[in-house]
């Protein structure tokens, strides 16, 4: 497994911790009889700093400890962290198929309001849909580094 | 309509290179070495500009590093 693929799975089980930390959040506050949605932006304010916070310091925890492992551990200097044009071209993948779920995230969250749903249901499918196109675009780039291209 | 295939010769050519193993190609072509491996494979095909400069670290034209097989395009 190459530099990027530990990068990108480390970065991928950490949006799935935030994203379940999310549910289950969503989940205690669906079973109040009224939802307050002063606690839902609030939660959702928490969700995006610790989206950011976590994915930076899993990046730099991720270099240390490779580093560390390889010359300690392993007696030799790790692989190449540079990125090169098939990284871009599978970032970019990612990159696509991100946009593809978002878009139609976008779609299903703008069609709860054909259908009378409240703007706090808008706003909530919206931030899932954010989250989870974060999380195929990783698992894509995931897909596409384990099939070569 | 098949798939058209660009087809390499990296392998071979590492081998009557001193056996340069994929590392020293990698690092010599500014690549990763999965680059290097999913080309060796035939699962990546690589920019006109690092096909060239491939086949200048092998010292050889560029169509004995790499051939195009267009298939059955025709």
Redesign the interface.
Known sequence: M?Y?EKNITVSMISTLLIFAYYLARMFQLLQQDSIDPAEVYSLWGIIVVLGIVVNIASTIITYIVLEIFHIVIKGDPP??Q??????ELIDLKGTRNTAYVMGAGMLISMASQIVDMPPLTMFNLLFFFAILSAIVGDFSQLYF?R??? | MGKPIINNNIRTLRFHHDEMTQQQLAEKAGVTRQTIIAMEKGKYSPSLELAFRIAHIFKTPLEEVFTYDPGDAS
């Open positions: 190459s990027q692989d190449s540079v990125t090169d044009e098939r990284d580094y099939r070569g291209f």
